[in-house]
């Protein structure tokens, strides 16, 4: 049965204090690991698709990277606007399967 | 412009009703997704959708069904509600079937009494 688990449940950051997401997966064959965030009372919002080990994705103050037994998502120099919860996701090579992680809540104090 | 949006925002019910959930994309996709979102903020796939294919998870009690008047519109029904079908439910669309890169709706929080 394909898993995903997420650390740390919540992290609470400075303006400005880098720090880094984990997604740990088990899969059968990973088709894309996906990163989205969601904003308390609203729907999650894509963020990136990494589908090979070794591959990065950036995107402002955010950088996720892939290996084969997990994903990180790096945040720069982070911002109070960076506040939300980061979810990540994989499908399998069925491509019928796609599994959710609990999510970490990242707070960002001004 | 709203790309998926869903009505009701809120929807409280008693238990044993039927309800039903609207969802409409303007994005121009062919695939629509509904998702339960429970208390503890797990995020579980329900349906996939396409004008092709209806692919239901496996745990998804038949109470649930979803309804696609059209390839932007794909309602979700549920008849004889219980208590622990009381959750967030999104609608989401993709271009392609099992193209995870996804556009989410607002939300609808079902609250069942």
């Known amino acids: 049965e394909d898993q995903v688990t997420q650390s740390p449940e919540a992290l609470r950051l400075q303006e400005g204090e880098s720090s880094s997401l984990n997604c740990s997966y088990t899969v059968s064959g990973l088709r894309g690991l996906f990163w989205y965030r969601q904003d308390p009372g609203k729907g999650p919002e894509f963020l990136f698709t990494?589908?090979?080990a070794g591959e990065e994705k950036e995107k402002e103050r955010l950088k996720a990277t892939l290996t084969k037994k997990e994903s990180f998502l790096h945040i720069t120099a982070p911002k109070p606007e960076d506040s939300a919860t980061y979810l990540c996701?994989?499908?399998?090579?069925?491509?019928?399967?796609?599994?959710f992680g609990p999510g970490t809540r990242l707070s960002v104090l001004p | 412009d709203t790309a998926v949006s869903q009505t009701p925002k809120y929807l409280v019910t008693q238990m044993g009703n039927d309800k039903s959930i609207k969802c409409e994309q303007n994005l121009g996709h062919d695939t629509m997704y509904w998702y339960k979102q429970d208390s503890k903020k797990f995020l579980k796939i329900m349906f996939s959708y396409n004008n092709k294919e209806l692919i239901i998870n496996e745990t998804v009690p038949n109470r649930f069904s979803p309804k696609s008047p059209d390839k932007a519109h794909l309602n979700l029904h549920i008849n004889s509600l219980e208590l622990g079908d009381s959750a967030v439910y999104f609608c989401?669309?993709?271009?392609?079937?099992?193209?995870?890169?996804?556009?989410f709706g607002p939300g609808t929080r079902l609250t069942v009494t």
């Open positions: 996701a994989v499908s399998d090579n069925y491509g019928q399967n796609f599994v």
């Open positions: 989401a669309s993709s271009q392609g079937a099992n193209n995870y890169e996804q556009y």
């Open positions: 990494l589908y090979s």
